[in-house]
């Protein structure tokens, strides 16, 4: 019986040791897991900032060109329109 339990032991102590194992591994997958998924959000976080800057960029860049047009449209359509001429006479000639 004493051996018995004995056996029984050592085989515990096995398995115990076995799971200990396990765990260990098991929790540096988890750590590299965890730096990889901290990398890989940093990398989104980087990417929509730089796509945030492009995108404003892009924006300044169209900003003067649509604003110079807008301008000349205006002045065009005012002097169209005579509301503005371009020969006006302030002299009352």
């Given at each position: ?8 032991k ?9 799971l ?5 591994r ?7 897991m ?7 959000d940093?990398?989104i976080?980087k990417?929509q ?5 492009q ?6 860049q169209?900003l ?25 006479n302030?002299?009352?000639?």
């Amino acid at each position: 019986m004493k051996e018995k339990f004995r056996i029984q032991k050592c085989m515990l102590q096995e398995k115990n040791a076995q799971l200990e194992n396990d765990l260990a591994r098991e929790k540096e997958k988890i750590y590299q897991m965890e730096n990889s998924i901290r990398s890989l959000d940093n990398d989104i976080h980087k990417l929509q900032f730089k796509q945030s800057l492009q995108q404003l960029y892009l924006w300044n860049q169209e900003l003067p060109n649509n604003h110079k047009n807008q301008i000349e449209l205006t002045e065009n359509s005012q002097i169209n329109s005579g509301f503005v001429s371009p020969y006006s006479n302030h002299f009352g000639y």
